[in-house]
């Protein structure tokens, strides 16, 4: 597996060679989303998910975007993280009243992360036991 290195240096910001680079980060929260014991009444859980990870996510330099589905419904509540040339990882089993912190927290932790993956020793115990897949960015390439 070949990891994407982000840690050369900025021209522009003139900062040290292995200085961490941090990179615009959004959050894609489901909102439409709900447990299989929830009601199919509106709004959904997802819904809220999106309002307590934009209240979360205030002052921390990434967007939340709320998107109508993520074709994951038999893990709901679910959302997914994706950052510029670094893996997108997709969670699910979210909990709206606990888990907006974890959602912030994750994008933090993806953004600053040299090689483009999500360390998992870092990660809250939601995005761990979540997990539902990473994707790789659109410049990936495989070593042989």
């Given at each position: 597996?070949?990891?994407?290195?982000?840690?050369?240096?900025?021209?522009?910001?003139?900062?040290?060679?292995?200085?961490?680079?941090?990179?615009?980060?959004?959050?894609?929260?489901?909102i439409?989303?709900?447990?299989?014991?929830?009601?199919?009444?509106?709004?959904?859980?997802?819904?809220?998910?999106?309002?307590?990870?934009?209240?979360?996510?205030i002052?921390?330099?990434?967007?939340?975007?709320?998107?109508?589905?993520?074709?994951?419904?038999?893990?709901?509540?679910?959302?997914?993280?994706?950052?510029?040339?670094?893996?997108?990882?997709?969670?699910?089993?979210?909990?709206?009243?606990?888990?907006?912190?974890?959602?912030?927290?994750?994008?933090?932790?993806?953004?600053?992360?040299?090689?483009?993956?999500?360390?998992?020793?870092?990660?809250?115990?939601?995005?761990?036991?979540?997990?539902?897949?990473?994707?790789?960015?659109?410049?990936?390439?495989?070593?042989?």
């Amino acid at each position: 597996m070949r990891r994407v290195s982000l840690s050369s240096a900025s021209a522009t910001t003139k900062e040290p060679a292995d200085a961490a680079v941090v990179v615009p980060t959004t959050i894609h929260v489901c909102i439409t989303c709900r447990r299989p014991t929830d009601p199919e009444s509106y709004p959904r859980p997802g819904a809220q998910l999106a309002r307590a990870t934009a209240d979360a996510a205030i002052g921390a330099n990434m967007a939340v975007r709320r998107v109508r589905c993520l074709a994951n419904c038999s893990r709901g509540l679910s959302a997914a993280i994706a950052c510029e040339r670094r893996w997108t990882y997709v969670f699910g089993d979210l909990d709206p009243a606990h888990d907006a912190a974890a959602l912030v927290e994750g994008a933090r932790l993806l953004a600053a992360a040299t090689d483009g993956l999500m360390p998992w020793r870092d990660r809250p115990a939601a995005l761990k036991r979540g997990l539902i897949a990473r994707v790789p960015p659109c410049d990936y390439e495989d070593a042989e």
